[in-house]
């Protein structure tokens, strides 16, 4: 059985972005498992509104519509099942391991591979009693290394040989069919959680976290929750962080690696 076997692909030439599409989808009433693939965006997006463009081509750009009956503490685990089928898919296509970089990115040696965004609706109807509908978009570097001065890398440098991106769209969607069905129950993402905290490259490290509302949080990132929320110790005790840009520090406090 094929990953396209489980979930319904749209392909797409151009999109301006594959989460906006699916977003509107969602709002049509599209069930979960919609996924949307896209050969090229004019109107990427990162986290924080930034503009992400890659050349036609270079990137598997996909998204998918999860609708999963879970609080707001929880919902990072939608970016983590994306995220952790992501690096499976790389491991078994490219015999490529990457990290990840709490809360949205895979790393490699501290490059970036690939990027994951989350947005939620939650008055887009179509999902079972008590669901979210809950866009997740991955933008994986195949032939591209992301712009310049982002500290990025890309499979084919990593590997020295072309992929193809059907293989690692199915491997991805393989990967991500039991971890949507983990998304489901109280033990399943229990066991997402701690799949993050075996993957996740930030626990243990310095960091310096940027939060949405220009505040700054500097610390050793010592944990995660159960719900997928990043914890660090500062000198006035441990904050847990539910958004913001984190920074790796050197233990002399200068930045490490990849944005």
């Known amino acids: ?54 050349p036609p081509g270079t990137c598997l750009l996909v998204s998918v519509l999860l609708r999963p009956v879970t609080g707001p503490e929880e919902r990072p685990l939608a970016t983590a099942a994306v995220a952790l089928a992501a690096v499976e898919a790389c491991q078994v296509v490219a015999g490529v391991s990457p990290d990840v970089k709490w809360p949205n990115d895979l790393v490699v040696a501290d490059r970036k591979l690939a990027g994951v965004l989350a947005e939620a609706d939650p008055g ?12 997740v978009g991955l933008g994986l570097n195949i032939e591209w290394p992301g712009p310049p001065g982002v500290g990025g890398t890309c499979l084919a440098h990593l590997t020295g040989r072309s992929l193809d991106r059907d293989r690692l769209l199915d491997a991805w969607l393989c990967a991500l069919a039991p971890r949507v069905v983990a998304l489901r129950s109280a033990d399943g993402r229990l066991d997402l959680a701690q799949e ?33 929320h990043l914890v660090v110790g500062t000198a006035s005790g441990p904050v847990v962080i539910t958004a913001g840009d984190v920074i790796h520090l050197r233990p002399n406090g200068s930045t490490q690696g990849g944005g």
């Open 1 to 54: 059985m094929s990953g396209e076997d489980i979930f319904e692909v749209r392909r797409f030439d151009q999109l301006g972005s594959t989460n906006t599409h699916l977003l509107e989808q969602a709002r049509a009433g599209a069930p979960e498992g919609t996924v949307v693939v896209a050969d090229h965006q004019s109107a990427g997006r990162g986290r924080l509104g930034r503009r992400w463009e890659a």
């Open 196 to 228: 993050l905290r075996e993957r996740c490259s930030t626990l243990g490290r310095p960091v310096r976290v940027e939060l949405v509302d220009g505040s700054v949080v500097e610390g050793t990132a010592t944990g995660l929750s159960d719900g997928g």
């Open 124 to 135: 887009a109807g179509g999902g079972p009693e008590g669901s979210v509908a809950v866009v």
